[in-house]
């Protein structure tokens, strides 16, 4: 599979959200608002993770992180979920197995108040599944993650065991201006993302879900690199 470099995939209709602000925004071509979020605990990180989430992307701007899922495992109560977020643009994973590439486009939009990231993994059968968000600075935790629809999650940001933690902190759906909260059974249940430096210049993005009465339903490991431009 191949990361196509001068075209991103225009963003479903319905995940446009207002254009948030936040004190830590970038300054000087460095991007600050992750850093300030993390607060003191961003000097525990190593020093190639402060680096990445530090780069300021001006409009239209985009780095590429190419690599390859390792493994997904879903639950049956998993499978279910996966298949009910189609309603919202498919943005947990479909299909247990790994060992198949992964593409990582991430660009800048100060129209939307943050950065639109766009996943392309290939599948063992059929087309690839593009999975499309915007990360947005703002909200009461500071970080908001729109997928399709106005649906949204509040994400807290954290460092554990000198990893970038990314946890879901309640659902929404913002509609014609007017925010409502989702009730957990409308929800997958706690997603967490949780980005570690690896060895020999890699990186891994590790993904999981804890529904409220099913468990650990999905997990999903994958590896990557930068794409030197």
Request: aromatic share 8%; proline share 6%.
């Amino acid at each position: 599979m191949r990361a196509e470099r001068n075209r991103l995939t225009p963003i479903p209709s319905g995940t446009d959200s207002p254009t948030f602000t936040s004190p830590g925004a970038s300054a000087g071509g460095v991007e600050t608002r992750f850093a300030a979020l993390a607060g003191d605990a961003w000097t525990r990180l190593p020093a190639p993770i402060r680096r990445r989430f530090s780069r300021h992307l001006a409009e239209g701007r985009r780095i590429v992180y190419l690599g390859e899922v390792a493994a997904t495992h879903l639950t049956m109560v998993g499978r279910l979920i996966a298949q009910l977020a189609r309603l919202v643009g498919a943005p947990l994973p479909l299909e247990a197995g790994g060992c198949l590439p992964v593409a990582v486009i991430v660009t800048g939009s100060e129209r939307l108040g943050g950065q639109v990231w766009t996943r392309i993994y290939d599948r063992a059968r059929g087309f690839p599944q593009v999975i499309q968000s915007v990360k947005c600075f703002g909200g009461a935790t500071g970080l908001e993650e729109i997928v399709a629809r106005g649906v949204g999650m509040r994400l807290k940001l954290s460092v554990r065991d000198r990893a970038l933690v990314f946890r879901s902190a309640g659902y929404f759906i913002r509609c014609l201006g007017v925010e409502l909260p989702l009730p957990d059974w409308l929800t997958p249940g706690v997603l967490e993302v949780v980005h570690r430096e690896e060895a020999a210049g890699r990186f891994s993005f590790s993904l999981s879900v804890t529904h409220s009465w099913a468990g650990h339903v999905i997990d999903q490991r994958a590896f990557f690199r930068e794409e030197q431009s």
